[in-house]
């Protein structure tokens, strides 16, 4: 060790034996305490460039918990600009989560109630998701239903009903499935669901009622109504793959013995529910209408906008909330030849 190298206590040149404490150097004689001046017999603390006993550094610096007065330690928590025992800060200054009591020792969220845990005052404040149950944050979903949830629950999208936009969750919706060719329906629709050749039946027949009864007559009742899934939808319709189509009327026109003769069949999506199924067969039943009888009363925006007021009848005549997101979805529909087309037509009733 160089004897250039001073004594951190007196200034003088250090000689071959002195003593080191981190990074001061002291002659032997000089290994004392910067406050009580008495040699460093037992354990010590270097602070600012000098070294002290452990009792006479609190004493000198007043590090005393400002709750008990003890002495401190070499570790205390500092609290509004006291220094505390980390035993005395815990009991009696540690910010108190208002929901369930606990100590708040890292994040915490303040408003006029106090202080809350963040998790706390997620469960408490924010609105619950429809579907986990748990609060609402980051990215969230609303159907017209009033149900609001998670865009994502872990690594799956929530999806919404393809016929009534529930968001689709047990709770939600009574749970729901996808379907072969990709649309998703939910479990209440689901619970009335038009499948089997019966519920055809009797739907057709309500449908030709709910027409006959605003003037629709002579619309034939034997017409053969066939369930087709999405892609053979699009497939007759000659549309994109990824279109929505729900039904496709097919007039085939034939002489007979000089008479011409016009043979309908109607197509309809398989598995809506039978209010939905209603509104799209009464749709198809007004094209029959005006193919039977040789109508071209305009554009593809004209006939799709009367046919949809055939769809919106159905609706109309229907009280269920379900009847009511149908013809809103109708109100809404940006699509310029069946949305633009059937608002069109509805100002010429």
Known sequence: MSSRQACSACGRALGARFLKAGKLAFHEP?????????????????????????????????LNCAHCARSLGEQWVTFDGKKLYQACYQAHYMPRCVHCGGGIQDRYHADECGHWHVACYEQVKLEPCAACGGPLKGQILLDPWGNRAHARHGSQKTLSCSVCARLVSTKTSQNGMVYG???????????TQVAEPAQIQHARQAVLQAL??????YIPDYL???LADQRRMNQRLGVHARSNSHGYTKTIEKRHNGELIREHSIYVLFGL???????VLAHELLHVWL??????????????G???LGTALIYQNDASPLAQV??????????????QGYRLMRTRL
């Open 224 to 226: 053969a109504v066939t």
């Open 291 to 304: 193919n039977d009888r040789g109508l071209q009363p305009g554009s593809e925006q004209v006939v799709e």
């Open 30 to 62: 000089c290994f004392r305490c910067a406050h009580c001046q008495q040699v460093m017999d037992q354990a010590f603390t270097v602070q600012q460039g000098a070294i002290y006993h452990l009792s006479c550094y609190q004493q000198k610096f007043k």
């Open 306 to 308: 009367f046919c949809n």
């Open 181 to 191: 060719d990709g649309r998703v329906i939910c479990g209440i629709c689901q619970i």
């Open 212 to 217: 006959s009864a605003v003037g629709f007559d």
């Open 273 to 279: 529910p039978r209010l939905a199924f209603m509104g």
């Open 326 to 339: 149908l013809l809103q979805r109708m109100a809404d529909d940006p699509d310029p030849v069946y949305g």
